[in-house]
């Protein structure tokens, strides 16, 4: 069993930058794909951003697309996101799972992730 545990997060004012770690014990996370879903008060847990298990492929919200980039390093077993240009919309509870399947459709559901990790808060001030 794999556990995930973030790091990073903070308050930011608006336009400014955080990068968001994730890293894995208990196994390697080199043969899976990653994601980063957040979720914010009163609001349905979303998709943020993915990326193959290689770090080939990646895949974005369009609410992101251009100002947050998700990056890994199998090496050490870690998972980056980074967030430029933030905004107040952004602010949320800021997760990162482990996929069950690599397969690109299917990244963006949540129910594709067999493992995440407890959280890291983003608050991102006007």
């Known amino acids: 069993q794999v556990q995930l545990v973030e790091s990073g997060g903070g308050l930011v004012q608006a336009g400014g930058s955080l990068r968001l770690s994730c890293a894995a014990s208990g196994r390697t996370i080199s043969n899976s794909a990653m994601g980063w879903f957040r979720q914010a008060p009163e609001k349905e847990r979303e998709f943020v951003a993915a990326?193959?298990?290689?770090?080939?492929?990646?895949y974005y919200a369009n609410s992101v697309k251009g100002r947050f980039t998700i990056s890994r390093d199998n090496a050490k077993n870690t998972v980056y996101l980074q967030m430029n240009s933030l905004k107040p919309e952004d602010t949320a509870v800021y997760y990162c799972?482990?996929?069950?399947?690599?397969?690109?459709?299917?990244?963006?559901?949540?129910?594709?992730?067999?493992?995440w990790g407890q959280g890291t808060q983003v608050t991102v001030s006007s």
């Open positions: 799972a482990r996929a069950t399947y690599d397969t690109p459709a299917l990244l963006r559901r949540g129910s594709v992730y067999g493992s």
């Open positions: 990326i193959n298990w290689s770090g080939g492929s990646t």
